[in-house]
C-alpha cells in the first residue's frame, strides 16, 4: 500500500465509533485528510530534511496512516521500526513500508526496543496528546534507545508566547480536548524546550509554522486539489462528521494568536 492508495476508512482505527466521539485526528481521516500534523506536510517535510535517515537505524513514534513513515524509508535508512499502540493504524503503516521496515505494535513508553539500538527518532502531533507524566516517560523511553549523538525530532502543537496567559491556556486546552475529544495537552516552545533538556538532550534546531490545519488553503497545499475535493464532498455527505469539524475549526480560529506548530530537533550528547 503505497501513501498514493486511498486508505479504506473501515481500516481507519476508530472506524466503527460514531462522530461525535470520535477522536479529531482520526475523523478527518475518515473524511479522506492525510496530511494530520499541525505544521501541514511542509514543516513535516523540513523536519525530515533536517535529519537526514540516509544509513541510519530510524525509530518513528506514533506513524498514524504512514505518510512521514514514507517518506523515511524512501531516504534508504538502514532500518525502519514504527512503534504504533493502535492495532489499525500499525497494520496500515506496516503496508505502506512494506519489506523495507517493520512496525510494532506497542506502547511508546515501553519499545522493547535495545539501549542505544537508534540514530534516529520522530515523532509527529503525539506527545502533544499525551499528559505531563506520560510526555516525561515517553521522551525518557527515546532517550534510552538513542545512540550517543542520535536525535529525536518531533513536530508538535506548541502555545504562544511562552509568557502565555495562565488563563488563556487553561481555556486553550480545555476548548481543545473538548472538540477534538482528546486531552491534549500543548506546551509552549519554551516548555517543549525544557522537556527534551530535562532528559539529558540538547536541542540543536526549533521551527515554527501556522497552526493552519483547517484552513483551506493549507488544506489544498497538503492534500492536492483532487484530495481536497474529495474531503469536501465527504464533508457535505456526512452531517455528523461535518458537525464536529465546525466545531473543530471554530476552536481553532477562536485560539488561532495563542497556537503554533512547531518542530524541534535535540540529540544525545556523545559519551
Do not use: C
Not at 455528523?240 to 535535540?266: E, G, N, P, Q, Y
Request: charged residues 30%.
Amino acid at each position: 500500500m503505497g501513501m498514493n492508495t486511498p486508505v479504506d476508512a473501515d481500516e481507519l482505527p476508530f472506524a466503527t465509533r460514531k462522530a461525535e466521539d470520535t477522536p479529531g485526528h482520526w475523523l478527518l481521516a475518515r473524511l479522506g485528510k492525510k496530511v494530520l500534523r499541525p505544521g501541514g506536510r511542509h514543516l513535516t517535510e523540513k523536519l525530515v530534511a533536517a535529519v537526514p535517515a540516509a544509513g541510519k537505524d530510524v525509530v518513528e513514534i506514533a506513524p498514524g496512516i504512514g505518510l512521514t513513515a514514507k517518506l523515511l524509508v524512501d531516504q534508504e535508512p538502514n532500518s525502519y521500526t514504527g512503534i504504533e499502540d493502535d492495532p489499525n493504524a500499525a497494520h496500515i503503516t506496516a503496508g505502506v513500508v512494506g519489506e523495507r521496515g517493520k512496525v510494532i505494535n506497542t506502547n511508546a513508553k515501553e519499545t522493547s526496543l535495545e539501549s542505544e539500538s537508534k540514530d534516529l527518532a520522530l515523532g509527529e502531533a503525539m506527545l502533544t496528546m499525551q499528559g505531563d507524566n506520560a510526555k516525561d516517560e515517553i521522551v525518557t523511553e527515546v532517550a534510552r534507545i538513542l545512540r550517543p549523538g542520535g536525535s529525536y525530532a518531533i513536530h508538535e502543537l506548541a502555545l504562544v508566547p511562552d509568557e502565555i496567559n495562565e488563563k488563556i491556556a487553561t481555556d486553550l486546552r480545555r476548548d481543545l480536548a473538548r472538540s477534538i475529544k482528546v486531552n491534549a495537552r500543548p506546551l509552549t516552545i519554551g516548555e517543549w524546550k525544557d522537556l527534551m533538556t530535562r532528559h539529558g538532550l540538547e536541542v540543536q534546531t526549533v521551527m515554527t509554522a501556522p497552526m493552519s490545519l483547517l484552513k483551506v488553503h493549507r488544506v489544498i497545499a497538503d492534500e492536492g486539489i483532487l484530495g481536497t475535493l474529495k474531503i469536501g464532498l465527504n464533508f457535505l455527505r456526512d452531517k455528523d462528521a461535518r458537525k464536529r469539524v465546525i466545531i473543530m475549526w471554530k476552536t481553532f480560529h477562536k485560539h488561532r494568536h495563542s497556537m503554533k506548530a512547531v518542530a524541534l530537533v535535540a540529540t544525545k550528547p556523545n559519551d
